[in-house]
Nanobody
Framework: QVQLVESGGGLVQAGGSLRLSCAAS????????MGWFRQAPGNEREFVAA????????FYADSVKGRFTISRDNAKNTVYLQMNSLKPEDTAVYYC????????????????????WGQGTQVTVSS
């Protein structure tokens, strides 16, 4: 069982930056690929970024590539999402999630593959 708690959301002007954090409980954090997803009102939950168990591989949605950076600190059981050059269309509730990938799989983008989810943190970008 893994419990995830996000923090760092808030209100920011367009062009600004925020850093989200997701703290995980348990001693098996490094066994999980970690992902960030977001959901805006009326929209489905969408993939934002993910990072492999060791942090050596990352993957981003095209909409955030070059602006967002995902990282993790396995010693602190924490995954981060640094968001720069924010746009109003980035406004959403952001969720972190843990995926217990097996074998040679490094990263998956399908939310249905993820096993554990945080409660979400609101990010609002004003124009």
């Amino acid at each position: 069982q893994v419990q995830l708690v996000e923090s760092g959301g808030g209100l920011v002007q367009a062009g600004g930056s925020l850093r989200l954090s997701c703290a995980a409980s348990g001693r098996t954090f490094s066994s999980y690929t970690m992902g960030w997803f977001r959901q805006a009102p009326g929209n489905e939950r969408e993939f934002v970024a993910a990072i492999s168990r060791t942090g050596g591989t990352t993957f981003y949605a095209d909409s955030v590539k070059g602006r967002f950076t995902i990282s993790r600190d396995n010693a602190k059981n924490t995954v981060y999402l640094q968001m720069n050059s924010l746009k109003p269309e980035d406004t959403a509730v952001y969720y972190c999630a843990a995926d217990r990938v097996m074998g040679t799989i490094l990263i998956r983008r399908d939310a249905r593959e993820y096993d554990y989810w945080g409660q979400g943190t609101q990010v609002t970008v004003s124009s």
